[in-house]
């Protein structure tokens, strides 16, 4: 479907932007972006007609989505660097 699609093309330019600018700046670019997708929310109007309603949230939606991936990369790469050498099979004791 279109949602994994986007989510593909997310991904590949999260992983090229995150080797040329650095994990920290797709981090803050997926939480920027988190905060504009909740943000539009609060522009949603009653008087919205129902083709304009679905677009509205549709593109909110969308916004948070590639600030999930985006945040969702980081959060990975954060983890690989803190692990330990020779622990990467059992990162946490339950």
Do not use: H
Request: hydrophobic content about 50%; glycine content about 14%; aromatic content about 6%.
């Amino acid at each position: 479907t279109l949602y994994e699609a986007a989510g593909v093309v997310t991904n590949l330019v999260a992983g090229v932007a995150g080797a040329k600018w650095g994990i920290r700046a797709t981090l803050v670019a997926g939480l920027t972006l988190q905060l504009g997708g909740l943000g539009m929310l609060l522009g949603w109007s009653d008087n919205f007609s129902r083709t304009n309603a679905i677009i509205f949230v549709t593109l909110a939606q969308m916004l948070c989505g590639i600030a999930k991936d985006l945040t969702k990369l980081g959060g990975k790469t954060v983890t690989k660097l803190v692990t330990p050498e020779g622990k990467e099979q059992r990162l946490f004791k339950l």
